[in-house]
């Protein structure tokens, strides 16, 4: 037997280690996806291969046995059973299914208007990434609704319901820890269960967990089928997607050419056949709002009945069948497919449909032999868009049933492009079977019709009602530490997307040339990061031990002046990354001297593109956005100040939600140009000094069309290889150590501020352009004021030169020593407004010689 993994093992070196069963459980293929280019495809959760349904479904009840096994008849009777969207629906059902009295839920991608969210989460490496959770039950995820599955007059403590989290499979484990985290913040409790068929995680990842839970305070077992790794070269992102590139390039040729005409089956198709499958009333189609025990029991009797439905309208000559289930509808099918085997003399295989784009290679090395293409037709919230039936082509079936919900039974299914026109020529007979979707009973209906349990469709192409609502967006939970950034998880949510698994650095001059040629924007890419030498790092350390104190009262001036004038339970919206160890600092400042906790989270603003339009609907959802204060860490000329005020003023015009204040506080106000400020002077914030190794290990955001979507946050990294000089939490400790000692300092600071004039001056911005002209540099954005603009630009950019105020002492001492290792010269002048002043290198080429600039001279 060949190996499905060994086509792609070959060409980019990828190795699969792990027990002996490992690779008859798992195979190899490539996708277009820029997180991660390889697929583990498995031969036995029924999405990408057809599989008899039994095997599938055996293999999740046996793991739910022994999950049953672990948590004892006691611990079972109270567990609850989440499984992930879109590849796990089933296999997490079949898993509550071997518990035995485990209700069930599963996430989704698919809103339902009228049912309340009670969470959702990301998965990085996914094709499509935001995760919701709708049950229909709201004290599901709290334990208490275990207490009547069945009936239970001796219930547990809500605490004692045991939370299984069921994936296909567990590779870096960070969907499956943030969604613990997050749950565990709302519904806390003593243990839970983690379910795969496959523990790929890597030999790093594997002590994370026993610390994850010792970090929430809680129990976290695995259970998997097979355990392995996934050994990946270096570059293997970049060689999938150039050997995906070229494979797609050669088929295009190659189908150009009339090379590759699909296999058909003998004899002209057949048109559709539709089976009323006469679905048990009350029961849902699956676990998107829940599944109870008294659902399985009923749809377990109704089974064999629907089975002879289905074979009644096959025919007789039809050999082998092949049961189609959709994108997240699995349960319904597989458990469709099991009872056809029961009843059927034929082959039974069970596959579903998926959102999932992944390359098609006819080899028997490779898992994805070919793939059937046709439009969504489901109206999915995030738009129209492509989806996939893989190895269904050429593959042999004499007869499909193609098993869909009322919502996805629309003319999109019908049409001459879609899925059941596509699945003609391979097959000899189409049969369709439709489970009424389940819409819960105290929900608005998302159709028209009646608004209670199961609603069957009626109709042979219904058309949606012109009445239907907009669906929201789905937007996923904030990223919290240690998963995503050193903070701790209540320090700070941050409204981006993980791209840590994505190459995005480029050398610093690079960049530069990109920049100013208009060949690139900055926010496309990452400058590499600075590595301080450990005489720079003593000179951070020294600073801060100097500067501690002047931070802690500017820190506790604006924290006092927000909470005064913004309403005793402001939220905090920092600007990633500068921004984001302030709003931490002011946030422990709140519960420091006020006992309050405020929320804290981190967005995106990026200069000429706008504030992340995503994060602000995220947080209008959540939170009042009057409530809702934005900060930073210091203002340099104000260009991100007038960035976001005109982010603010489109986005409300374009998205209709009103009430945020586009006003920023910030720790340092040099430049004149917001009214909420700890101090205006021009002083050195450590915080200043170094990049992700003081701001939770997080990289400056990114915004960039093919990473990031209409729908998507926008990105940063983790930068996980860098912990070991990571001195995050040693500044913000620092800093709050002092508070106490600068109370009665900051209460006078607070009581001076309230009562001032601080309306902006702008008298940073005029100074900008009188530089700008002076030196010859004709553009206001490589003139960067202040000394935590000038040491971004010596860490990040091309400087040219930089300008010092004559007499300037120890907040320029990492400045001058920068510029020495850089070779810039430092000039001092008079009558400078800040302390110093960064020059970009103007109209660099990677050409371009001398300090004085002759060579870039403005033509």
């Known amino acids: 037997m060949v190996w499905s993994g060994s086509w792609v093992a070959e060409r980019l070196g990828v190795e699969l280690v792990g027990d002996a069963e490992l690779r008859e459980l798992l195979g190899l293929a490539l996708r277009r996806n820029p997180k991660r280019a390889h697929l583990l495809v498995s031969h036995v959760l029924g999405k990408h291969v057809p599989q008899y349904p039994s095997v599938v479904y055996g293999a999740g009840f046996q793991l739910g046995r022994r999950v049953r096994e672990l948590l004892g008849e006691a611990g079972s009777r109270h567990a609850v059973v989440l499984g992930y969207a879109e590849t796990a629906t089933g296999l997490g059902h079949a898993v509550a299914d071997g518990l035995g009295t485990a209700p069930y839920l599963h996430s989704t991608r698919r809103p339902v208007a009228g049912v309340a969210r009670a969470g959702g989460f990301e998965e990085s490496h996914s094709h499509a990434t935001s995760h919701l959770l709708l049950p229909e039950d709201p004290d599901l995820l709290t334990g208490d609704a275990t207490a009547s599955y069945p009936a239970d007059p001796a219930a547990a403590d809500s605490a004692d319901a045991v939370l299984v989290l069921v994936d296909d499979e567990f590779s870096t484990g960070n969907t499956v820890l943030n969604t613990i985290r997050a749950l565990h913040e709302r519904y806390p409790r003593n243990r839970y269960v983690i379910v795969a068929l496959a523990d790929m995680r890597s030999p790093a990842d594997r002590g994370r967990l026993a610390e994850f839970a010792a970090e929430i305070g809680a129990r976290v077992d695995l259970v998997a089928r097979n355990a392995g790794t996934v050994r990946l070269p270096d570059g293997v992102l970049e060689k999938g997607q150039a050997l995906v590139a070229a494979e797609e390039a050669a088929q295009d040729l190659a189908q150009s050419a009339g090379a590759a ?9 057949r048109p559709c056949t539709r089976v009323d499958l006469r679905w048990p009333a009350g029961v849902p189609d699956g676990g998107r709002h829940g599944f109870t025990p008294e659902h399985r029991a009923t749809l377990e009797a109704a089974l064999p009945a629907m089975a002879d439905r289905v074979a009644a309208e096959l025919d007789d000559t039809a050999r082998r069948v092949l049961v189609l289930g959709f994108e997240e509808l699995m349960y319904a099918p597989l458990r469709l497919g099991t009872a056809l085997e029961d009843r059927l003399d034929a082959e039974v295989r069970y596959s579903t449909t998926t959102r999932s784009p992944v390359l098609a290679v006819d080899d028997p090395g490779y898992a994805i032999r070919t793939r059937l293409v046709f439009p969504a037709h489901d109206d999915p919230a995030d738009g129209p868009g492509a989806r996939y039936a893989y190895n269904v082509a050429g593959a042999g079936f004499d007869a499909v049933v193609a098993v869909v919900d009322s919502t996805a039974d629309t003319p999109e299914l019908h049409a001459p492009d879609g899925l059941l026109a596509r699945l003609a ?3 000899a007979q189409v049969l369709l079977a439709v489970v009424p979707s389940y819409i819960p009973a105290d929900a608005i ?20 009602s012109p009445d ?25 949510g941050w409204l981006l997307q ?25 926010a496309e890419s990452l400058p590499v990061e600075y590595q301080p030498s450990d005489q720079y790092q003593d000179l951070f350390k020294a600073a801060l031990d100097l500067s501690a104190a002047r931070i802690a009262r500017a820190v506790g001036a604006v924290t006092e002046t927000v909470l005064a004038e913004r309403g005793p339970r402001p939220v905090l919206v920092s600007l990633a990354r500068a921004g984001t160890p302030v709003g931490v600092l002011m946030r ?11 929320s804290h989270y981190a967005v995106s603003i990026v200069r000429g593109r706008g504030i992340d339009a995503n994060a602000l609907r995220w947080l209008a959802a959540h939170h009042n956005p009057a409530d809702v204060v934005f900060v ?7 260009a991100i100040t007038r960035e976001l005020a005109a982010a603010i003023a489109e986005f409300e015009e374009t998205d209709g939600t009103e009430g945020f204040n586009p006003e920023i506080a910030v720790l340092a106000d040099p430049g004149g140009c917001v009214r909420t400020y700890g101090t205006r002077e021009d002083f050195l914030i450590p915080s200043a000094c170094l990049n992700s190794t003081v701001s939770g290990l997080i990289s400056r955001t990114v915004l960039r069309s093919d990473l990031v979507g209409p729908d998507d946050f926008h990105g940063a990294k983790f ?7 990571d001195v995050s939490g040693h500044f913000l400790d620092t800093v709050a150590d002092r508070f106490g000692e600068v109370a009665e300092a900051v209460d006078a600071d607070a009581k001076e501020l309230l009562t001032a004039d601080r309306a902006p001056t702008w008298e940073g911005w005029a100074a900008v352009e009188r530089i700008s002209e002076e030196y010859g540099i004709h553009d206001v954005n490589l003139v960067k004021p202040g000394v935590g603009e000038t040491t971004r630009v010596l860490l990040r950019r091309v400087p040219w030169k930089i300008l010092a105020k004559r007499g300037a002492g120890a907040d320029l001492e990492h400045i001058r020593l920068l510029a020495e290792q850089r070779g810039v010269p430092v000039e001092e002048v008079d009558d400078l407004p800040y302390t110093c002043v960064g020059l970009i290198h103007p109209k660099y080429t990677r050409g371009a010689t001398g300090a004085d600039g002759k060579a870039v001279e403005s033509k």
Request: aromatic share 6%.
């Open 632 to 638: 930073d860490g210091w203002t340099g000329k104000g």
């Open 425 to 427: 020529p391979h097959t």
């Open 498 to 522: 993980d791209l840590s698994d994505t190459e995005l650095e480029a050398p610093t001059e690079e960049r530069e040339e990109a920049i100013q040629s208009g060949g690139a924007h900055y």
């Open 261 to 269: 005409a699909p296999q058909t089956a003998s004899g002209a198709p």
């Open 445 to 464: 209906p998302a159709m028209s019709g009646p608004s209670t349990a199961s609603v069957p469709s009626t109709a042979s192409v219904p058309s949606p």
């Open 588 to 598: 422990r400042w709140a519960r420091h001297r006020h006992g309050v906790d405020l």
């Open 468 to 492: 239907r609502q907009e669906e929201p967006r789905m937007l996923p939970e904030p990223l919290r530490g240690p998963a995503f950034s050193s903070y701790a998880p209540d320090e700070v």
């Open 719 to 725: 930068y996980r290889e860098l912990a070991g000089s």
